[in-house]
């Protein structure tokens, strides 16, 4: 049974670029958010996709935006990167009507020079 | 607001017991979740508490008190292993985003 799977692992990008972030949620999971993780922080919630649709949203701007597909996966993409944008992104997975756990991919880690 | 206070960093012995504690407050409350996550690694799923009381599995156990909103982690017969970082989590409303603290970085040592 396939975790979560997230790509790619590692990418490096210049101020003002663009970057697209690819999430696969766990085997039977219909709902991916998105989370933000500076170092020596706690995650941060970006937003929340089900049934294709952003259902929640955190407080970043709209440079963040993310999409869902019919197959539940998920991609996150950061436009006119700003060098705080570095960070770990997260992919978390979970079943939509279960009140358990979120179930975390092992993270992409961006740098912006 | 939102707001979830854990400690920054804490040590212990191997062998020992250590307690980690979180206070919330939250503007909903639908569950408090504990994650560890090793350095450069994705948070891995400890335990859930939603209602009152402690929880226990193997040698985690976590509590959590709702009217105080207080929950505590609570690690025994350590091994340098759980050297991590220990996240508290709140999710603010069914179906939602968990709210994460900064998270309490326990180093174990011989």
């Known amino acids: 049974d396939a975790g979560v799977t997230q790509s790619p692992t590692h990418l490096i990008k210049t101020r003002g670029q663009q970057v697209t972030l690819r999430c696969s949620p766990k085997s039977g999971h219909d709902t991916v958010s998105w989370y933000q993780q500076a170092l020596g922080q706690g995650p941060q919630f970006i937003f929340q996709?089900?049934?294709?649709?952003?259902?929640q949203r955190g407080n970043f701007p709209d440079r963040f935006s993310g999409h869902q597909f019919p197959n539940y996966s998920s991609e996150l993409n950061v436009n006119a990167l700003l060098l705080g944008d570095s960070a770990l992104y997260l992919c978390a997975s979970s079943l939509r009507g279960s009140l358990y756990e979120q179930y975390f991919g092992p993270g992409t880690r961006l740098t912006v020079t | 607001g939102q707001n979830i206070d854990q400690p920054t960093e804490m040590t212990a012995t191997e062998g020992a017991i250590v307690q980690i504690n979180c206070t919330y407050q939250?503007?909903?409350?639908?569950?408090l979740f504990w994650y560890q996550q090793h350095a450069g690694e994705a948070p891995t799923f400890l335990s859930y508490?939603?209602?009152?009381g402690l929880e226990e599995k193997g040698r985690f156990s976590s509590f959590l008190s709702r009217s105080k909103g207080y929950s505590y982690l609570l690690l025994k017969e350590l091994q340098m292993k759980d050297s991590a970082s220990y996240l508290c989590a709140v999710r603010d409303e069914s179906q939602g985003n968990l709210i994460f603290g900064k998270g309490t970085k326990l180093s174990v040592k011989p």
């Open positions: 996709y089900y049934e294709e649709e952003e259902r």
């Open positions: 508490n939603v209602l009152d």
């Open positions: 939250t503007s909903g409350f639908n569950g």
